[in-house]
Protein backbone atom coordinates (compact mmCIF):
# COMPACT_ATOMS: atom_id res chain seq x y z
CA UNK A 1 0.00 0.00 0.00
CA UNK A 2 1.71 3.31 -0.91
CA UNK A 3 1.69 5.95 1.55
CA UNK A 4 1.15 9.96 0.91
CA UNK A 5 4.33 10.27 0.78
CA UNK A 6 4.46 8.94 -2.64
CA UNK A 7 1.01 10.27 -3.49
CA UNK A 8 2.39 13.14 -5.46
CA UNK A 9 4.60 13.91 -2.22
CA UNK A 10 6.75 15.79 -4.27
CA UNK A 11 4.70 19.20 -3.60
CA UNK A 12 6.03 19.10 0.05
CA UNK A 13 9.00 16.71 -0.67
CA UNK A 14 10.53 17.80 -3.94
CA UNK A 15 12.81 15.45 -5.69
CA UNK A 16 15.47 17.82 -7.41
CA UNK A 17 16.13 17.43 -11.03
CA UNK A 18 19.56 18.15 -12.79
CA UNK A 19 18.20 21.48 -13.78
CA UNK A 20 15.72 22.32 -11.06
CA UNK A 21 18.16 25.24 -10.03
CA UNK A 22 17.16 26.96 -13.55
CA UNK A 23 13.53 26.29 -13.37
CA UNK A 24 12.95 28.15 -9.81
CA UNK A 25 14.95 31.20 -10.87
CA UNK A 26 12.82 31.96 -13.66
CA UNK A 27 10.42 32.42 -11.56
CA UNK A 28 11.87 34.85 -9.25
CA UNK A 29 13.69 36.40 -12.20
CA UNK A 30 10.30 37.63 -13.56
CA UNK A 31 9.56 38.59 -10.49
CA UNK A 32 11.93 40.94 -9.75
CA UNK A 33 11.47 43.51 -13.28
CA UNK A 34 12.47 46.35 -12.15
CA UNK A 35 10.42 48.58 -14.64
CA UNK A 36 9.58 52.13 -13.16
CA UNK A 37 6.24 53.01 -12.34
CA UNK A 38 3.75 54.16 -14.96
CA UNK A 39 3.50 57.57 -15.17
CA UNK A 40 0.07 57.42 -15.19
CA UNK A 41 -2.71 54.26 -14.15
CA UNK A 42 -4.29 54.68 -17.92
CA UNK A 43 -2.27 54.47 -20.87
CA UNK A 44 -2.76 57.27 -23.16
CA UNK A 45 -1.61 57.59 -27.08
CA UNK A 46 -1.65 61.05 -26.02
CA UNK A 47 1.36 60.61 -23.74
CA UNK A 48 2.83 58.40 -25.73
CA UNK A 49 3.24 60.56 -28.62
CA UNK A 50 4.30 63.87 -26.42
CA UNK A 51 6.94 61.99 -24.50
CA UNK A 52 10.57 61.35 -24.30
CA UNK A 53 11.94 57.81 -26.05
CA UNK A 54 12.58 56.50 -22.15
CA UNK A 55 9.14 57.81 -21.49
CA UNK A 56 7.65 55.66 -24.86
CA UNK A 57 9.96 52.82 -23.85
CA UNK A 58 8.76 52.71 -19.97
CA UNK A 59 4.85 53.00 -21.30
CA UNK A 60 5.08 50.56 -24.02
CA UNK A 61 7.06 48.41 -21.82
CA UNK A 62 4.19 48.12 -18.70
CA UNK A 63 1.70 47.82 -21.72
CA UNK A 64 3.25 44.49 -22.83
CA UNK A 65 4.31 45.89 -26.42
CA UNK A 66 7.46 44.61 -26.57
CA UNK A 67 8.44 45.18 -29.88
CA UNK A 68 7.69 49.02 -30.04
CA UNK A 69 9.48 49.05 -26.62
CA UNK A 70 12.72 47.58 -27.32
CA UNK A 71 12.82 49.95 -30.15
CA UNK A 72 12.05 52.44 -27.98
CA UNK A 73 15.10 51.29 -25.79
CA UNK A 74 17.54 51.23 -28.86
CA UNK A 75 16.49 55.03 -29.57
CA UNK A 76 17.22 56.07 -26.11
CA UNK A 77 21.01 53.95 -26.69
CA UNK A 78 21.49 55.39 -29.89
CA UNK A 79 21.62 59.34 -28.05
CA UNK A 80 23.15 57.45 -24.77
CA UNK A 81 24.60 54.38 -24.97
CA UNK A 82 25.65 53.61 -21.99
CA UNK A 83 22.24 54.52 -20.60
CA UNK A 84 21.88 51.90 -17.75
CA UNK A 85 17.71 52.11 -17.83
CA UNK A 86 17.69 50.98 -21.25
CA UNK A 87 19.86 48.21 -21.44
CA UNK A 88 18.67 46.72 -18.06
CA UNK A 89 15.51 47.08 -19.21
CA UNK A 90 16.40 45.43 -22.60
CA UNK A 91 17.86 42.71 -20.81
CA UNK A 92 14.36 42.11 -18.82
CA UNK A 93 12.35 42.03 -22.71
CA UNK A 94 15.34 39.57 -23.74
CA UNK A 95 14.36 37.15 -20.62
CA UNK A 96 10.21 37.46 -21.57
CA UNK A 97 11.21 36.73 -25.07
CA UNK A 98 13.23 33.82 -23.77
CA UNK A 99 16.35 34.90 -24.99
CA UNK A 100 18.56 34.22 -21.98
CA UNK A 101 21.73 34.17 -23.95
CA UNK A 102 20.89 38.10 -25.04
CA UNK A 103 19.57 38.82 -21.76
CA UNK A 104 23.08 37.63 -20.32
CA UNK A 105 24.92 39.95 -22.52
CA UNK A 106 22.63 43.02 -22.06
CA UNK A 107 22.35 42.39 -17.75
CA UNK A 108 26.59 42.29 -18.38
CA UNK A 109 26.52 44.95 -19.81
CA UNK A 110 24.24 46.61 -17.36
CA UNK A 111 26.80 45.47 -14.61
CA UNK A 112 29.56 47.65 -16.21
CA UNK A 113 27.77 50.60 -16.63
CA UNK A 114 26.41 50.32 -12.86
CA UNK A 115 28.84 48.01 -10.98
CA UNK A 116 27.39 48.79 -7.81
CA UNK A 117 23.78 48.11 -9.05
CA UNK A 118 22.79 44.55 -7.03
CA UNK A 119 19.78 44.09 -9.25
CA UNK A 120 21.45 44.05 -12.48
CA UNK A 121 24.20 41.23 -11.07
CA UNK A 122 21.11 39.21 -9.38
CA UNK A 123 19.19 39.51 -12.93
CA UNK A 124 22.46 38.21 -14.51
CA UNK A 125 22.73 35.49 -12.21
CA UNK A 126 19.16 34.83 -13.20
CA UNK A 127 20.09 34.58 -16.84
CA UNK A 128 23.30 32.16 -16.36
CA UNK A 129 21.24 29.87 -14.68
CA UNK A 130 18.92 29.81 -17.67
CA UNK A 131 22.03 28.70 -19.64
CA UNK A 132 23.04 26.31 -17.07
CA UNK A 133 26.44 28.58 -16.49
CA UNK A 134 26.07 27.34 -12.81
CA UNK A 135 29.30 29.05 -11.32
CA UNK A 136 28.54 32.06 -13.20
CA UNK A 137 24.97 31.81 -11.61
CA UNK A 138 26.56 32.13 -7.94
CA UNK A 139 29.46 34.37 -8.78
CA UNK A 140 26.88 36.64 -9.45
CA UNK A 141 24.19 36.05 -6.85
CA UNK A 142 27.66 36.48 -4.47
CA UNK A 143 28.35 40.01 -5.94
CA UNK A 144 24.37 41.16 -5.59
CA UNK A 145 24.45 39.92 -1.96
CA UNK A 146 27.75 41.43 -1.05
CA UNK A 147 26.24 44.33 -2.45
CA UNK A 148 23.33 44.44 -0.50
CA UNK A 149 23.19 42.14 2.22
CA UNK A 150 19.40 42.64 2.52
CA UNK A 151 18.29 41.90 -0.69
CA UNK A 152 15.84 39.36 -0.38
CA UNK A 153 15.26 38.01 -4.56
CA UNK A 154 18.88 37.83 -4.42
CA UNK A 155 18.90 35.38 -1.03
CA UNK A 156 16.19 33.48 -2.18
CA UNK A 157 17.47 33.17 -5.20
CA UNK A 158 20.96 32.19 -3.88
CA UNK A 159 18.87 29.84 -2.11
CA UNK A 160 16.72 28.02 -4.63
CA UNK A 161 20.32 27.41 -6.60
CA UNK A 162 21.59 26.24 -3.37
CA UNK A 163 18.73 23.18 -3.49
CA UNK A 164 19.05 22.67 -7.31
CA UNK A 165 22.30 21.94 -6.79
CA UNK A 166 21.90 19.67 -3.43
CA UNK A 167 23.65 22.11 -0.87
CA UNK A 168 20.66 21.77 1.77
CA UNK A 169 22.37 23.24 4.56
CA UNK A 170 23.61 26.66 2.46
CA UNK A 171 19.74 26.54 1.29
CA UNK A 172 18.52 26.85 4.23
CA UNK A 173 20.98 29.91 5.14
CA UNK A 174 19.85 32.33 2.47
CA UNK A 175 16.30 31.61 3.21
CA UNK A 176 16.74 31.75 7.10
CA UNK A 177 18.05 35.06 6.29
CA UNK A 178 16.07 36.28 4.15
CA UNK A 179 13.26 35.92 6.58
CA UNK A 180 14.71 37.45 8.86
CA UNK A 181 14.23 40.90 6.31
CA UNK A 182 10.91 39.37 5.14
CA UNK A 183 9.43 37.32 7.97
CA UNK A 184 5.69 37.18 6.76
CA UNK A 185 7.12 36.02 3.28
CA UNK A 186 4.76 32.59 2.10
CA UNK A 187 7.08 31.64 -0.86
CA UNK A 188 10.80 31.78 1.34
CA UNK A 189 8.45 30.18 4.35
CA UNK A 190 7.85 27.69 1.51
CA UNK A 191 10.72 27.17 0.59
CA UNK A 192 12.87 26.46 3.99
CA UNK A 193 9.98 24.23 5.01
CA UNK A 194 10.71 22.26 1.57
CA UNK A 195 14.86 22.36 2.43
CA UNK A 196 13.71 20.60 6.21
CA UNK A 197 11.51 17.62 4.85
CA UNK A 198 15.10 17.09 2.56
CA UNK A 199 16.64 16.60 6.02
CA UNK A 200 13.96 15.17 7.59
CA UNK A 201 13.20 17.72 9.97
CA UNK A 202 9.46 16.94 9.75
CA UNK A 203 7.82 19.30 12.65
CA UNK A 204 10.59 21.92 12.02
CA UNK A 205 9.04 22.03 8.36
CA UNK A 206 5.55 21.62 9.84
CA UNK A 207 6.14 24.98 11.91
CA UNK A 208 6.83 26.69 9.01
CA UNK A 209 4.19 25.62 6.62
CA UNK A 210 1.66 26.39 9.49
CA UNK A 211 3.35 29.93 9.69
CA UNK A 212 2.29 30.83 6.32
CA UNK A 213 -0.94 29.43 6.10
CA UNK A 214 -1.72 31.66 8.91
CA UNK A 215 -0.54 34.67 7.00
CA UNK A 216 -2.67 32.80 3.55
CA UNK A 217 -5.34 30.83 5.36
CA UNK A 218 -7.21 30.22 1.59
CA UNK A 219 -4.34 29.05 0.19
CA UNK A 220 -5.13 25.39 -1.51
CA UNK A 221 -1.31 24.46 -2.26
CA UNK A 222 -0.35 25.56 1.08
CA UNK A 223 -3.19 23.35 2.93
CA UNK A 224 -2.31 20.73 0.22
CA UNK A 225 1.36 20.77 1.28
CA UNK A 226 0.72 21.03 5.28
CA UNK A 227 -1.78 17.84 4.58
CA UNK A 228 0.94 16.15 2.55
CA UNK A 229 3.62 16.25 5.69
CA UNK A 230 0.91 15.63 8.01
CA UNK A 231 0.68 12.06 6.31
CA UNK A 232 4.53 11.75 6.40
CA UNK A 233 3.95 12.55 10.03
CA UNK A 234 0.75 9.91 10.46
CA UNK A 235 -1.55 12.68 11.26
CA UNK A 236 -4.30 11.23 8.69
CA UNK A 237 -7.43 12.37 10.09
CA UNK A 238 -5.63 16.23 10.38
CA UNK A 239 -4.17 15.36 7.03
CA UNK A 240 -7.75 14.66 5.67
CA UNK A 241 -9.19 17.92 7.33
CA UNK A 242 -6.48 19.45 5.18
CA UNK A 243 -7.11 18.34 2.35
CA UNK A 244 -10.99 18.84 2.54
CA UNK A 245 -10.36 22.74 2.98
CA UNK A 246 -8.06 22.28 -0.69
CA UNK A 247 -10.39 20.62 -2.48
CA UNK A 248 -13.36 23.20 -1.49
CA UNK A 249 -11.33 26.29 -2.37
CA UNK A 250 -9.86 24.55 -5.76
CA UNK A 251 -12.90 21.92 -6.73
CA UNK A 252 -10.17 21.10 -9.79
CA UNK A 253 -6.86 20.53 -7.93
CA UNK A 254 -6.26 16.72 -8.58
CA UNK A 255 -3.54 16.52 -6.39
CA UNK A 256 -5.14 17.07 -3.51
CA UNK A 257 -7.84 14.68 -4.33
CA UNK A 258 -4.77 12.23 -4.83
CA UNK A 259 -3.32 12.81 -1.53
CA UNK A 260 -6.58 12.61 0.20
CA UNK A 261 -7.06 9.35 -1.22
CA UNK A 262 -3.75 8.09 -0.14
CA UNK A 263 -4.50 9.31 3.68
CA UNK A 264 -7.75 7.28 3.06
CA UNK A 265 -6.17 4.21 2.09
CA UNK A 266 -4.26 4.42 5.14
CA UNK A 267 -7.24 4.55 7.78
CA UNK A 268 -8.18 1.67 5.85
CA UNK A 269 -10.96 3.35 4.38
CA UNK A 270 -11.25 2.21 0.47
CA UNK A 271 -14.47 2.99 -0.94
CA UNK A 272 -13.65 6.58 0.20
CA UNK A 273 -9.61 6.10 -1.57
CA UNK A 274 -11.53 5.07 -4.52
CA UNK A 275 -14.08 7.81 -4.88
CA UNK A 276 -10.99 10.46 -4.38
CA UNK A 277 -8.65 8.22 -6.87
CA UNK A 278 -11.66 8.65 -9.24
CA UNK A 279 -12.25 12.25 -8.95
CA UNK A 280 -7.86 12.63 -9.48
CA UNK A 281 -8.10 10.81 -12.33
CA UNK A 282 -11.18 12.17 -13.83
CA UNK A 283 -9.24 15.95 -13.81
CA UNK A 284 -6.43 14.34 -15.10
CA UNK A 285 -6.33 11.11 -17.19
CA UNK A 286 -3.07 10.92 -17.11
CA UNK A 287 -1.87 11.32 -13.28
CA UNK A 288 0.24 7.70 -12.78
CA UNK A 289 0.35 8.00 -8.86
CA UNK A 290 -3.75 8.21 -8.93
CA UNK A 291 -4.06 5.29 -11.23
CA UNK A 292 -1.80 2.95 -9.73
CA UNK A 293 -3.74 4.17 -6.29
CA UNK A 294 -7.37 3.48 -7.96
CA UNK A 295 -5.96 0.20 -8.91
CA UNK A 296 -4.84 -0.94 -5.75
CA UNK A 297 -7.87 0.39 -3.75
CA UNK A 298 -9.96 -1.20 -5.98
CA UNK A 299 -7.80 -4.57 -5.64
CA UNK A 300 -8.74 -4.56 -1.48
CA UNK A 301 -12.56 -4.11 -2.17
CA UNK A 302 -13.12 -7.13 -4.70
Same mark, same amino acid.
Given at each position: ???P ?7 A?PTV???SATA ?7 K????P ?7 S????K?SS???K???Y?HQ ?5 A ?11 P? &???AVH??G????Q??S &???AS????M????E??N??A ?6 A??Q ?9 N ?10 Y????Q ?8 T ?5 AS??F ?8 D??E??S??A?V????G???D????Y?Q????A ?8 N??V ?6 R??E???C ?7 N?Q????FN????A ?16 A??L ?5 D ?13
Amino acid at each position: MKKPTNKKASVAKPTVKKNSATAVAKKAEIKDRAIPKKTSKKSSGKLIKNSSALEKAIEYHHQGQLNEAWTAYQTVLKKEPK &HFLAVHSMGLIAVQMKS &HDMASNLFKMACEIEPKNAKAFNNLANAYLQLNKNDLALKNYNTAIALEADYVDALQNRGLYFVGTHQTQKASEDFSKALKISPDNIELLSNLAKVMITEGRYQDALKEYEQALGIAPKSAVLLNNVGVLLCVLKRFNEALDCFNKAITLNHQYAEAFNNRAAAWMNLKAYAKACGDYERAVALNSSYGDALQGLAKARSFLN
